[in-house]
Each structure stands twice: as C-alpha cells, then as structure tokens.
C-alpha cells in the first residue's frame, strides 16, 4: 500500500543549536521557539547580498529598493540568510524600514522601527513586517547596530496585493553599488524561498508501477580475494575499524537518547561528527563493518558489529524510532539527512552481513518515518536536506522494504525543475543547486532517481540521472576520476574549473572529496548493472578506485579527506604525522568503499558471468540450470598485466563469460581459450566467451598497458607554463622529486619516450636524462612531496619557472 495522500497537519518543533568551534568561533546561541504558523526560509546558500565589512557593528549599513513607481504597501519581508550553525549571518540587531518618493528618503515614512531594541536572532524565521498600506516608490532598510560587522540578507521583499512587486527592481546600497545587491530583488528560486515542500501529485500509485529490471546484478557474497592491492586495502580498513572507536564511543548518543547511564565522550570525540551528528560514527562503522564481513570474516568485526545492532535495538522506542538524537532535533544541522542515512547505509550492510535484527530495526523505523509530522520540512529546513533521498531509496530496495519507501521520496524530496535541469544537462543544475551547498553530495540525490526509475518505470527519472552523469564526468571530473567540485558556500567551482590549489580563486576551499568518489562509485554501478555492455561505467568504477579510495588510504591508520594533486597529500602537519581524520564524512564512505571492493571485480547476469576488475580472486555462482560454477582469476595486477581464469565446475554447463577489454587498453586484447585463440577484444567492450564449460578451462589474455599524457585545461593554467598530467593505463601518475612545482624541461610529446621501468618497482619509472625525478602511481604516494600536474616544457620554461620560485 502507498502513504496516505491527504495532507498531513506540520509541526513545528524548536529548532535546536549545534556547536561547531571551528565555524562559530566559541559563541553558542540559544535555540529560538517560533510559534505555529511562522514563515521560515529554506538554506541560502545560492548569491545572496552582503554589505562590505564594517569594522564594527556600530557602523550604519542601508540597502534601498526601487520600485519603479508609487505603489501600495502591505508589508515588507526581509529574509534571513540561514548559515551551518542555524543562526543567520548578517541580519542586523537595530534596524528601520522606511517608505519614501524621493530616492534620497528625506521625505520618508517610518513604517517599521527597531532601533531601540536588539532584534533577536530570526535564525531562519522571515521577518515580516506589516506597513500600514503606506504608499511610495523607494524602501529603505538601514541597519544601526550590524551582526558579524556587516548587513546580509537573502532577499528582500515589498508585498502589495498579495505578491511581492519588487522582482527584478533596481536596487542600490551604502556602499555604491557592493556587488550582490541585485539579489535582493530576484525572483523566487524553482520551489520558492519557504521550507515545506508537500506535493502529493507527484506520487505515483503503486499500480501504475512498471519496474526495470537489473540485466545484471552486484554479488552479495561468494567472492574470496587472493593476495593483492584490494586484499591488503580490506585488511588495512578491518584493522582501522576496529581501533578507531569503541562499541561504548559510537552507542554514547543512543545510550543517552534513550535516557540510558553513559559514560561523557573522551574529549577529543566532543566535535561536530559526534555531537552534531549523533550516531553518526555507528553508521560508519556498520558500514565498514557489514560490507567487509560478506567476503572476508573476522570474528571480532562480527562480534562488534552484532553489538552495535543489539545496542541500537535495546535503545529503540516501541514505536520504531531508532536513531540516536532526539526525535524534536531533527531539524538541527543535517541530522534529518545525512546521519539518518549513514544508520540506513549501516543497517542494511549489517543485515546483508547475515545480522537477523538489521532489517527489522529499518522497517520498525520507516514505518514510524514514513509516516511523521516532520516529512513536509525535511528537504529545506535543516541542512543538506537532499541527502535524505538514498536512504529510503536503498530502503525500498531491501528486503524489508516497502513502496511508501519510494513515495515519500516522490512527495517531499522530488524537485521536478531540478530532474528538468538535469535532464537538459544545464550545468546550473550542479554547481547553482539553489538550496543547498552544491557538491558531490549532490550525487546522493541522483542515485535516488535512478532507483525511482528501476521501480516505477518513468523515464524522467532516468534521463534527470543521465544528464546528472554527464555533468559531473564532463564538467567537474579531474583527470584520474577526483572531482573538482566541493562544499564550499562561495561556490568557487564553475564547470571546468578543476582547482588543484587551496589558494587558486582566492578562497580557502579544496578539491577531490574522497566521500564524491565513493557516491560515484555505487552511481555508476548502478548504471552498470543496467547497462552491463557499456564499459565506461565499470571504467570509472576502476578510476575512483584506484586513484581515490586506495590513493586516500593510510595503511591501517585511516584515511584522507581529500584527493589533493599537488604537493602533500596531508599539508597539516597534524595530518602529516597522524594520516586521519576520523568520523569525517570522507572518512566513513572511505570504508564503507573499502569493505565492498569484491562485488565490483564481477557482476552476476541470468545466463553467465561479466569480469570487471582484475584482482586476484575466487567466484562461485549458480548457472540458469542449477549446476555451481567456479572461476579463479590469477593476476598480478596492476604491478603486472597478465590475467588467467580457470573454470571448476562439477559437469559440462553452458554459460557466458564475458570479459572486460578496458578503454584504456592500447590496442586489441587477444583471448585465449584452453591456450588457443578464441576472439580478440576491442578497447571500452565486453568480449563475450559462451560455451560449454569444463572443469579446467582456462581463459588467458594481457592487458596492454600504456602512457596518455593530458594538458591541464582549468582555471589555474598558463599558456606560458603549460601543466600536463600522466596517465598510465588506469592509473594516475605523481611525480616525485622534492618540489611542488615540479618542471621537466622537454616538449610534452616526448615525455613518454623518455619514461624507463625502474627495476624492481613495478609502475614506476625513471625519466632519461633526469635523475631528479620519479614517476609512480598516485595512490603509491605517502608522505612524499610531489605533483601530479608537472610543468613540462622546453628548458626556457623550465628556466623561467626556477627564476620564479627564487
């Protein structure tokens, strides 16, 4: 059955405060009651105005709107810009409204005085003013006593008759025309400037459901590893789980949730991830945990794993409610989206990792959220509201799941300018999400719609997710598969910009989030398992692999936030001499990723098997007959290229093998059967090999393997010092040799012809003529200086470079 679809009465509860040090320099504010019915503005994080720094809040700040001609006026709103914390930024303490017909207000009417009295916080309540019907072309708002030293507001409105007459008026300022006092007057965004968003048009009833099926689907299990890259990666990431928290650190937050005697968070916990994100470290670790134990048991992983589950179930209300805040803070910071999905994510690895309780807890606690007061307000209010979606679409697809699931997503999250944007590849539609911080969380909200395309059939939400891939990979993807665009609220990352600097635009923002490659990473699996002749999906899954997840591990210590390319991969020196970074959101994608690495190597279709990735490995799965086949990959690689499978099965059984030829590959693969050549495979395809297969059969091929060097094209390039990146096969190439700004003295196409093997390191090479430098797989690089963006050029540019670093 679907949810009801007769609207549901809001409540609104007191939107509490988070304390983040970092971003609120030690002020903790007290959180604000608003009463029924008040109008509350959604996350500003698209242009907003904001006055020229004033060296204290003393200063006087105006900005002023022209209306074009004399109009009526019922009432003016002004709309708070609502920042991480809660609170607003900028919204002036002491302020007056005034109407006037002349554009110097000397003739002005006081509709509105503040002066006398601090205005309180309106944190993300809409000012609304009542004018009195007063009539005139200009509205002034003047600031006395400012917040933060400046004046900052989303946008101003004049309402007359009912709508709001200043829309694309001119505006101006006390500061001459401060860039950004245009938005005040812009239109509304695609779903309006308020919080509640309830669209039961868009459900779709169940029965008008025309599901897509997978063509091939991802294994749960029956893959063993051998030794290797992604063995030795999956052990380091079990040795991390189990000495990064304890059972009692991640359950605190349940424990005290559910009024349960808990020992105080040592000290250095105390941060945002464990405090503003309660339960947030659980769904990490269940994450780690859960995925790994499909293929790799570890008695003491299972044993914590079980108890994380049992906690959570003796702290869970009778009516479902499981997670670890409170119920009425669920609006606090992104605790409605992103620690309720981590929990999701957690459980449901839990309980494919064969824990009994996982999937009875979810479906207790969706049939308690899918039907809460809080739905209306989920997308706008708290923060990064978006990120909500995959958790009940990955819930729906579970075997607990539900279609209500699905059609929450449909009534509250679905945004149908946004699927149309995305559809039409508007790059708006990434790097200007209007509501929230665009980045590669934005991700998460794609794969929702392709699941609500494999559930209902509607091809808008294909195409929305289509579009959604070829905007990141063609407009934000850097060479190597990191992405160049990150959370930053001054949105620095125009399509194609690629940052490879902190420092590139003026901004302190980075590039390369690991956590975006690990949405990647399940986004394109997805489109895989639809679409599993096309290569190119399974080609990213490698890159983000490889160049990301195993380039931001640290041995067993943790893992890195960022995917930097230049210089250090860890440039504090704390992170430099510790390698972590813990509970980030980075951090516990990173080991989610780590802990699935196998079912990415095969994928299962009705009639055979596909070979993705080349790793040293055992799969056995069931032919369409019922007879169990068994294939054994012995490879190497990467430090070697040559792949062997060999069948076991009991008796003759037909099936299709079909093998990847990657993109990269340098030219035509020849396969081999049993020793003799049986077809040559195209790079970017799949070889299929059907027959009847025999205990002993064997398929043999090489990967050809070769270089691809690429020119820097984003903002940071200079025609003069031209930067090119080295690729080598599937993997990213850093050059080592104590600078940052490395320079190579030769034309760029002759790079390649000067690369050496250096004996006895397999992938990495010497440069002839060069005794300085190294070539080596990005994900190799440690503590090294390095660069994976090189200058190269003729020795006038190495010269000039050098006399610049002096």
């Not at 039961?200 to 063993?224: C, L, S």
């Not at 620690?339 to 049939?367: C, M, Q, S």
């Not at 989610?592 to 490995?617: K, Q, T, W």
Request: charged share 20%; hydrophobic share 35%; glycine share 8%.
């Amino acid at each position: 059955m679907g949810i009801p679809l007769t609207p549901m009465k809001t409540r609104l509860v007191p939107a509490a405060l988070w304390f983040y040090p970092a971003l609120m320099s030690g002020l903790l504010c007290e959180a604000t009651d608003a009463p029924m019915g008040v109008e509350r503005v959604a996350a500003q994080y698209s242009p907003a105005y904001h006055s020229r720094p004033a060296t204290n809040d003393e200063q006087n700040r105006w900005v002023q709107v022209d209306l074009g001609q004399p109009r009526k006026i019922d009432a003016v709103k002004l709309l708070p810009i609502r920042i991480w914390s809660g609170n607003s930024m900028g919204f002036p303490e002491r302020f007056k409204i005034e109407v006037a017909n002349d554009p110097d207000c000397k003739t002005a009417v006081l509709v509105t005085d503040r002066l006398s009295v601090v205005y309180p916080d309106p944190r993300d309540v809409v000012g609304v003013f009542p004018s009195g019907g007063v009539s005139g072309r200009y509205v002034r708002l003047t600031a006395t006593r400012l917040r933060q030293k400046q004046l900052a507001l989303a946008k101003l409105e004049v309402i007359s008759e009912g709508r709001d007459v200043a829309v694309g008026c001119s505006a101006s300022d006390s500061e001459q025309g401060q860039l950004g006092v245009t938005v005040l007057t812009r239109p509304p965004r695609p779903q309006g400037e308020g919080v509640v968003t309830d669209n039961p048009e868009n459900v779709i009833p169940v029965d008008h459901w025309k599901p897509v099926a997978y063509q091939a689907q991802a294994p749960r299990g029956g893959v063993t590893l051998g030794d290797g890259v992604f063995k030795q990666a999956m052990e380091n990431n079990i040795g991390y789980l189990l000495s990064s928290f304890s059972v009692d650190e991640m359950m605190q937050p349940f424990r005290e949730r559910a009024g349960r005697p808990v020992q105080p968070l040592p000290p250095e916990l105390c941060t945002f991830w464990f405090v503003d994100l309660p339960g947030s470290a659980a769904g990490r670790f269940l994450m780690g945990a859960g995925n790994t134990l499909r293929w790799m048991d570890n008695v003491e992983l299972r044993q914590r794993m079980n108890q994380v589950v049992d906690v959570i179930e003796e702290c869970r209300r009778p009516d479902g409610y499981l997670m670890a805040y409170p119920e009425d803070t669920i609006f606090t910071s992104e605790r409605a989206a992103y620690t309720r999905a981590w929990v999701t994510h957690g459980l449901i690895e839990a309980g494919f990792a064969g824990n009994p309780k996982a999937f009875p807890l979810l479906r207790g606690y969706y049939d308690w959220f899918d039907r809460c007061a809080y739905l209306p307000e989920l997308l706008r209010r708290p923060a990064q509201g978006m990120q909500g979606m995959i958790a009940n679409s990955r819930m729906y697809f579970t075997p607990a799941g539900r279609p209500e699931d699905l059609q929450v997503v449909q009534r509250y999250f679905q945004e149908n300018y946004w699927l149309e944007q995305l559809a039409r590849r508007e790059d708006r539609a990434i790097w200007l999400y209007p509501y929230d911080r665009p980045h590669c969380y934005l991700i998460t909200s794609l794969e929702p719609y392709l699941d609500l395309y494999c559930a209902t059939g509607v091809k808008k939400y294909l195409n929305a997710a289509l579009g959604g891939w070829d905007l990141y990979h063609d407009k934000w993807e850097h060479i190597g598969g990191s992405f160049a665009i990150c959370e930053d609220h001054l949105q620095p990352y125009p399509p194609k910009s690629y940052t490879l600097h902190r420092e590139a635009t003026g901004h302190d923002h980075e590039s390369g989030e690991l956590c975006g490659s690990v949405f990647w990473v399940f986004f394109n699996q997805r489109f895989h398992l639809l679409y599993p002749g096309q290569e190119k999906y399974v080609n990213e899954i490698e890159k983000e692999i490889y160049n990301v997840a195993l380039a931001n591990q640290v041995e067993s210590k943790g893992l890195r936030y960022f995917a930097r390319l230049v210089g250090h991969k860890d440039p504090d020196p704390y992170y430099r001499s510790h390698g972590i970074c813990k509970n980030t959101c980075c951090e516990g994608q990173g080991t989610r990723l780590l802990g699935s690495l196998p079912e990415h190597i095969y994928s299962l279709a009705p009639d055979g098997l596909y070979v993705n990735l080349f790793a040293a490995s055992t799969i056995a799965w069931p032919s369409s007959g019922g007879q169990t086949l068994k294939l054994t990959m012995a490879t190497q690689f990467p430090n070697t290229p040559q792949v062997k499978l060999t069948v076991t099965v009991s008796k003759p059984t037909k099936a299709k093998i079909r093998v990847r030829v990657p993109a990269w590959a340098t030219r035509s693969v020849p396969i081999m059967v049993n020793g003799a050549s049986s077809t040559t495979g195209q790079p970017g395809t799949y070889v299929t090999l059907s027959r009847t297969w025999s205990e002993g059969d064997t398929i043999a091929f090489t990967l050809p393997m070769g270089f691809k060097v690429t020119r820097y094209e984003g903002i940071e390039r200079n025609p003069d010092h031209e930067r090119f990146a080295l690729e080598y096969g599937p993997f990213l190439m850093a050059i080592e040799g104590g600078q940052q700004e490395t320079v190579l003295a030769m034309h760029p196409e002759q790079l390649i012809a000067q690369l050496r093997p250096k004996a006895g390191s397999p992938l990495h090479f010497t440069i002839a003529g060069d005794e300085r430098h190294e070539y080596l797989p990005y994900w190799q690089v440690q503590d090294e200086t390095f660069t994976c963006f090189p200058v190269i050029g003729p020795a006038k540019v190495a010269d000039t470079v050098a006399d610049g670093r002096k």
